[in-house]
Nanobody, 122 residues
Framework: QVQLVESGGGLVQAGASLRLSCAAS????????MGWFRQAPGKEREFVAA????????DYADSVKGRFTISRDNAKNTVYLQMNSLKPEDTAVYYC???????????????WGQGTQVTVSS
C-alpha cells in the first residue's frame, strides 16, 4: 500500500501554469505506475495522464496533450503534473493514483489521493 498526498492546486487565470505534486509514502513507490485524473463539477472523474514505474512510458488524454507533462522522481517518491496554457475547462479536482499499469482506466489504480482543486478563470 502507498499513501498519496497531492499539492500545488490553486486559482489561476487562463493561460497560466501550475505544477501539481503527489507525494507518496512507503518504500515501494518505484514499483507503481502513477496516474493523474480529474473531476469537474457535475462530471465523472476522467483520465488526464499516466506514467510507468520507470518514467519511460507516458500517456495523455487528448484534451491535455501538448499542454500537460507528467513526470516522476523515484528518489523523492513524488510524481508531478506540469500544466501549461491552462483553460477554464481544466477546472477540476485533480487526483493522483498508484496502480499496476499506466492505463487510462481507473480500475487499474488501487491507491488514490484526496485531490487538489485547480480553478482556472477566464
Amino acid at each position: 500500500q502507498v499513501q498519496l498526498v497531492e499539492s500545488g492546486g490553486g486559482l489561476v487565470q487562463a493561460g497560466a501554469s501550475l505544477r501539481l505534486s503527489c507525494a507518496a509514502s512507503g518504500r515501494t513507490f518505484r514499483n507503481y505506475a502513477m496516474g493523474w485524473f480529474r473531476q469537474a463539477p457535475g462530471k465523472e472523474r476522467e483520465f488526464v495522464a499516466a506514467i510507468s514505474w520507470s518514467g519511460g512510458s507516458t500517456d495523455y488524454a487528448d484534451s491535455v496533450k501538448g499542454r500537460f507533462t507528467i513526470s516522476r522522481d523515484n528518489a523523492k517518491n513524488t510524481v508531478y503534473l506540469q500544466m501549461n496554457s491552462l483553460k477554464p475547462e481544466d477546472t477540476a479536482v485533480y487526483y493522483c493514483a498508484a496502480g499496476t499499469e499506466p492505463m487510462r482506466q481507473q480500475h487499474w489504480y488501487s491507491n488514490w489521493g484526496q485531490g487538489t482543486q485547480v480553478t482556472v478563470s477566464s
